[in-house]
């Protein structure tokens, strides 16, 4: 329910569920700019956004996965800057 987009647990405080969700994405959001930096500072100040509307939903992979997963659909959507397009295919 908190990553992979189940349906809450009954008797949960929902804003205490999206307050952890938030938090959640967020920590996910900090491994992947670490596994994948110029992916994250190719979208600069969206990264954040960026991330959390590709995983929000999604199960955790590992933050080499999740980043290798977002900068392929970003790829698809022509909207891989240069330097995380080196990054995706490596040396």
């Given at each position: 329910?908190?990553?992979a987009g189940a349906p809450d647990p009954p008797g949960?405080?929902?804003h205490r569920l999206d307050a952890t969700r938030?938090?959640?994405l967020r920590k996910r959001a900090?491994?992947?700019a670490?596994?994948?930096p110029s992916l994250a500072a190719s979208l600069g100040e969206?990264?954040?956004a960026a991330f959390a509307a590709h995983a929000t939903g999604r199960s955790p992979k590992g933050?080499?996965?999740d980043g290798w997963d977002l900068a392929r659909a970003l790829r698809a959507a022509n909207a891989l800057g240069p330097g995380a397009a080196a990054e995706l295919t490596g040396p």
């Open positions: 329910a908190l990553v949960f405080d929902p938030a938090a959640l900090g491994e992947v670490r596994a994948w969206r990264w954040p933050a080499l996965r």
